[in-house]
């Protein structure tokens, strides 16, 4: 790989968090749209250097609802209903967030689905099987648009890309620390940047 490419491409890089053979990073190249950036990617070392990683997926969530979801986090919110659930063995997702890109903007950009579908995108938090372990699990594969714009999903349980990234309580709260320190700070030179 070409590292000037690589470091090109990682500048907007705030954090990564790996797990076994996949990692989530958090990403500031959509704050101008008012989006926080996950990028899910699973990799096989087996393949050759370039090549190993597979099943990408990219999250765009709402920074308000982004910053809502740190807040949890950090204050132990997210955390204590965790418990909650895991005492009481309730397996909903603690946090939801659906999305996508439809079949007319995929085709704008030149990227259409051989199928013609929209692209539909999901990503749940949930709890891990080991005691204080999470899951941060994203899903991608084809959708439709409904009446209200929105991209529901047509895969069922059997996602085209499918990514899991298990993190204890810590590195769930450096992911959101670092995002939303990163989101203020970015925030904060816009306002500079403005004339008085």
């Given at each position: 790989?070409?590292?000037?490419?690589?470091?090109?491409?990682?500048?907007?890089?705030?954090?990564?968090?790996?797990?076994?053979?996949?990692?989530?990073?958090?990403?500031?190249?959509?704050?101008?749209?008012?989006?926080?950036?996950?990028?899910?990617?699973?990799?096989?070392?087996?393949?050759?250097?370039?090549?190993?990683?597979?099943?990408?997926?990219?999250?765009?969530?709402?920074?308000?609802e982004f910053l809502c979801l740190a807040?949890?986090?950090?204050?132990?919110?997210?955390?204590?209903?965790?418990?909650?659930?895991?005492?009481?063995?309730?397996?909903?997702?603690?946090?939801?967030?659906?999305?996508?890109?439809?079949?007319?903007?995929?085709?704008?950009?030149?990227?259409?689905?051989?199928?013609?579908?929209?692209?539909s995108r999901i990503f749940k938090i949930?709890?891990?099987?080991?005691?204080?372990?999470?899951?941060?699990?994203?899903?991608?594969?084809?959708?439709?648009?409904?009446?209200?714009?929105?991209?529901?999903?047509?895969?069922?349980?059997?996602?085209?890309?499918?990514?899991?990234?298990?993190?204890?309580?810590?590195?769930?709260?450096?992911?959101?620390?670092?995002?939303?320190?990163?989101?203020?700070?970015?925030?904060?030179?816009?306002?500079?940047?403005?004339?008085?």
């Amino acid at each position: 790989m070409d590292n000037n490419n690589y470091e090109e491409r990682n500048k907007s890089q705030i954090i990564r968090q790996d797990a076994k053979n996949c990692f989530v990073e958090s990403r500031s190249d959509a704050f101008e749209i008012g989006k926080v950036h996950l990028e899910f990617a699973t990799y096989d070392m087996n393949k050759p250097a370039g090549q190993r990683q597979n099943n990408h997926i990219h999250i765009y969530i709402d920074v308000p609802e982004f910053l809502c979801l740190a807040q949890e986090a950090l204050c132990g919110m997210l955390h204590s209903r965790a418990r909650n659930q895991r005492a009481n063995n309730v397996k909903d997702a603690l946090y939801e967030s659906l999305g996508g890109t439809s079949a007319e903007k995929l085709s704008q950009y030149g990227r259409p689905r051989s199928d013609g579908k929209s692209l539909s995108r999901i990503f749940k938090i949930v709890l891990g099987s080991k005691e204080d372990c999470y899951l941060f699990v994203a899903d991608s594969g084809p959708g439709e648009t409904d009446s209200k714009g929105l991209i529901v999903p047509k895969f069922g349980n059997k996602p085209e890309n499918h990514v899991a990234v298990s993190m204890n309580w810590r590195a769930v709260n450096e992911i959101m620390m670092m995002t939303k320190v990163h989101y203020e700070a970015w925030l904060a030179a816009k306002y500079m940047a403005v004339p008085s």
